[in-house]
């Protein structure tokens, strides 16, 4: 089977498919830890802290913090 233009095509619409449902994913994540921050509202709990999103440990760089 040849691998030409078509299998390239192919290749890239499953992973244009793959990169919609990620986005639509995070979306769908966003979404549910806003209404969960509006129902703690709502129930008068106190506002919690915004966490940074996670970085995974081959990402981070060591930066010293400064003490001033």
Avoid: C, T, Y
Avoid at 27 to 53: D, N, Y
Wanted: proline share 7%; glycine share 6%.
């Amino acid at each position: 089977m040849d691998a030409g233009e078509g299998g390239s095509a192919m290749v890239d619409h499953v992973v244009q498919k793959i990169v919609d449902k990620q986005q639509k994913l995070r979306a769908l994540r966003h979404a549910r830890e806003r209404v969960r921050q509006l129902e703690r509202e709502l129930s008068g709990e106190p506002a919690k802290s915004e966490e940074p999103p996670h970085l995974p440990e081959f990402l981070r760089q060591d930066i010293p913090l400064r003490v001033s």
